[in-house]
């Protein structure tokens, strides 16, 4: 139903609006109803209708005035004029000002009905426009995240496609310099387990303002990310020259997001920093040296800002495993030989008694460490990185509270088993997997430049013709009508923006012929590109 607001200060004009049509029939319904332009404005604000009809001269608060004052907050809602023939030129000063329309007293039934209808045909085209905005940034914002992600992952991109990205989701950064900040949210996954979609998603919101207001406030410039396990992390750009005297500054605004989290959420978080890097492209350092500080939430506890003059401080202290001991369980979890690895776990854990790790804390970095040794062989044989980072943050929870070296030495057979050691029986089919999985990574990391079986099979060391058979056998498609797919609807979310030309947009999904770009076009879509983009409400 479309809502219906009344205002005049003559009852008999409310009463003669109100009872000249079948509202409910037509869909619509009268929301309420006032004689004082004033007291309308307050209505209008909480009822929020579509429409308003509205008196254009009333004592007090008149129409004009009213419908200036509501148009700042419901730029939307649409205003229909009741004048006499002596006020009409007040009506001319309406419309110029973007009213929708009008009607003459005596209102006539017919053409009150005949212009609600068409405010009703109007209403219905903003709503659905804003829906379709909506759902473009969102889509928008879901490619940009997904590039952050890529870059804190360490994907290397060719200086013109990171070009054409970084101008692609408008992003920045002059300097030279990068730092990543994680902010995890603590006790995320036991809050996580009494919250439906809506607060979970609400959380994730309330950090993002909160880290954006903070970042905008010290002037820094940077971008956000979410990231699988439930953190938020943010892409600082800042000068290399003077980092030690920027550094507590960077550190004073992780405070304060910290701080304001803990204000206004019933949540707290942890920041952790990397160290400053010195192009894009080692972005993952930072990204990684971040999550290593965040680990020291062991030791430090929660609430607060752990940086890398932190971290460092504490590493130098002990070590966490000799290199030679990393080396041979790698041996023995990349030969999926259970037996030998638990024995040695056994062997390594029960050697702690006259050793110097024997706090909580260091049990706890020490369980860490082989953790992610586990998770890392885990990813190269196969399994889903993003379920991963998912799960290594659930054993991490799990963790949590241990103090007896016993437990820590259990928790990670079980981890192995669980994530690694299984891998014996997934054979082949995983390795088929993985590489089908890596095949659609690298085309939505690289679908604007060159792309083909050739390429990737560089990339995953694998012969082209194999990596054909298996994409095949997997998805039931050819790749090449994958990555044609994917091209075309990354050119059709490109295609809402008014910035972009058509020629522009062939080049930024990866074709450098534009009319072969239309023929593709017009042969998956159906249309060619200025048809389609007829059809898309225009981003500005």
């Known amino acids: ?97 973007g009213a929708f329309n009008y009607i003459l007293k005596p209102i006539d039934a017919g053409k009150l009905l ?74 995320y996954r036991s809050i996580k387990q009494h919250l439906n979609f809506n607060d979970i998603e609400l959380m994730s919101f309330s950090l993002r303002n909160i880290a954006a207001e903070v970042i905008a406030k010290y002037g820094l410039i940077g971008a956000m990310a979410d990231l699988s396990s439930g953190e938020l992390a943010v892409l ?64 430090l506890g929660n609430d607060r800002v752990i940086a890398p003059s932190d971290r460092k401080e504490r590493e130098d202290r002990f070590d966490l495993l000799p290199v030679e001991e990393e080396t041979e369980l790698l041996k023995l979890l990349d030969g999926l030989n259970r037996p030998a690895f638990n024995e040695r776990i056994d062997k390594l854990f029960g050697s702690l008694n006259g050793s110097r790790i024997r706090q909580p804390f260091q049990l706890g970095f020490l369980f860490r460490h082989i953790c992610g040794l586990i998770f890392m062989m885990a990813a190269r044989k196969g399994h889903s990185t993003s379920h991963l980072q998912e799960e290594q943050r659930a054993v991490h929870d799990q963790a949590e509270g241990m103090t007896q070296a016993d437990e820590f030495r259990e928790l990670l057979k079980s981890v192995a088993d669980r994530y690694l050691l299984a891998a014996d029986d997934a054979g082949d089919q995983g390795e088929k997997s993985s590489a089908v999985r890596k095949m659609r990574e690298y085309v939505y990391a690289h679908y604007e430049e060159k792309v083909d079986l050739q390429v990737l099979a560089g990339h995953l060391y694998m012969h082209p013709v194999y990596l054909s058979k ?47 770009f239309n023929k593709q076009f017009r042969k998956t879509q159906g249309l060619s590109p200025q048809e389609f983009r007829k059809t898309v409400e225009m981003i500005p």
């Open 114 to 187: 005949e212009v609600l209808l068409n405010a009703k045909s109007r209403t219905i085209q903003l709503e659905q426009s804003v829906r379709d905005q909506a759902m473009a940034r969102h889509s928008l914002g879901m490619l940009k995240n997904r590039f952050l992600n890529a870059l804190l992952d360490g994907t290397r991109f060719a200086e013109t496609a990171l070009a054409a990205k970084l101008k692609q989701f408008g992003l920045a950064f002059p300097f030279g310099g990068f730092v990543v900040l994680r902010i995890a949210i603590d006790n």
């Open 236 to 299: 600082l750009n800042v000068q290399q020259d003077g980092w030690e005297e920027t550094e507590p500054y960077v550190r004073k605004a992780a405070e304060e997001i910290a701080a304001s989290v803990k204000q206004y959420q019933y949540f707290t978080v942890t920041i952790g920093m990397g160290d400053l890097v010195d192009e894009l492209g080692r972005l993952n350092e930072s990204n990684a040296q971040a999550g290593r500080s965040l680990d020291y939430r062991l030791e």
């Open 1 to 97: 139903m479309i809502k219906v607001f009344i205002v005049d200060d003559e009852k008999w004009v409310r009463q003669s609006i109100k009872h000249s049509i079948a509202w409910e029939e037509h869909g619509f319904e009268i929301a309420s109803e006032e004689d004082d332009g004033l007291d309308a404005l307050g209505k209008i604000m909480e009822l929020r209708p579509q429409i308003v009809i509205a008196d254009i001269r009333m004592p007090g608060l008149d129409g004009i005035e009213l419908f200036k004052m509501v148009r700042m907050k419901l730029p939307h809602t649409l205003f229909i004029f009741i004048s006499g023939y002596s006020h009409f030129n007040y009506v001319q000063d309406a419309l110029n000002l």
């Open 470 to 516: 298996i994409f095949k056998q997997e998805t039931g498609g050819n790749f090449t009508d994958f990555l044609l797919g994917y091209r075309m609807s990354m050119a059709k979310e490109l295609m809402r923006h008014k910035a972009y030309e058509l020629s522009d947009i062939a080049r930024m999904v990866g074709f450098d012929d534009y009319s072969y």
